[in-house]
């Protein structure tokens, strides 16, 4: 019933741009804290940008000015844009929803973006 779902992922040159997509179901989506998490070949998984439901943004210090993270409450949709892509941020991303107190968690399958020349 639940649903992450994640989409935008792709090859880009880097400097590029890419914006991914969360559609989520089966949640009250404005009670969720939403984030995009990262996980390279050999690296553990990191957290790159959070939300609240409230509009209250946070992110890795990778990232910071380069992407930002975004929400459409009345779309049940997360997104996380990313401009002046590296090749250090290729990876697997994965869009995470969890309630403010931690009670409840769900995760969508993942998007590959690869940055390359």
């Known amino acids: 019933q639940v649903q992450l779902v994640e989409s935008g992922g792709g090859l880009v040159q880097p400097g590029g741009s890419l914006r991914l997509s969360c559609a989520t179901s089966?949640?009250?989506?404005?009670?969720?804290?939403m984030g995009w998490y990262r996980q390279a070949p050999g690296k553990q998984r990191e957290m790159v940008a959070t939300?609240?439901?409230?509009?209250?943004?946070n992110y890795v210090d990778s990232v910071k000015g380069r992407f930002t993270i975004s929400r459409d409450n009345a779309k049940n949709t997360g997104y996380l844009k990313m401009n002046s892509l590296k090749p250090e941020d290729t990876a697997v991303y994965y869009c995470?929803?969890?309630?403010?107190?931690?009670?409840?968690?769900?995760w969508g399958q993942g998007t590959q973006v690869t940055v390359s020349s």
């Open positions: 089966g949640i009250n989506f404005s009670f969720y804290v």
């Open positions: 995470k929803a969890v309630t403010v107190l931690g009670e409840r968690q769900y």
């Open positions: 939300i609240t439901g409230g509009g209250r943004t």
